[in-house]
């Protein structure tokens, strides 16, 4: 990934509400959600909604499809990895310990396969609010 990219797709995030709209779309899975159901679910109204999920868009991190009357909105789950490992990829300097709790993380995938459940955010790393 060029810096380019990755600077415009960390700017798409970098700010609380934009943040908000990706973290709930990366939740809602591949299915992706409703533009109405976004702005219902994080109390938003529909212009401000808009504004975000064109520069999320902008920035290569979701999509569009149009089910009947409904515009549904989904991660780019490619776009994402790439940016992930964009940020990592010269992790650790040799030293792998600095590395394992993402290399935890990841290696557990979306799902946590011994609860049957979709992983969630440990409390610690919760955004307090």
Do not use: W
Not at 53 to 70: K, W
Not at 77 to 91: G, K, N, Q, S
């Amino acid at each position: 990934m060029e810096s380019e990219t990755a600077v415009k797709r960390l700017s798409a995030i970098a700010q609380e509400s934009r943040l908000d709209v990706f973290r709930l779309l990366v939740k809602a899975g591949p299915q992706g959600m409703a533009a109405g159901d976004i702005a219902y679910k994080l109390k938003t109204a529909a212009n401000t909604l808009s504004a975000q999920l064109l520069v999320l868009s902008n920035a290569g991190l979701i999509r569009a499809r149009r089910e009947g009357r409904s515009i549904i909105y989904a991660i780019q789950f490619d776009a994402m990895r790439d940016l992930l490992v964009f940020l990592t990829e010269d992790c650790c300097g040799g030293r792998a310990e600095m590395c394992a709790p993402l290399v935890e993380i990841a290696s557990r995938g979306c799902c946590d396969t011994k609860k049957g459940k979709a992983h969630e955010t440990p409390p610690r790393a919760r955004r307090r609010r």
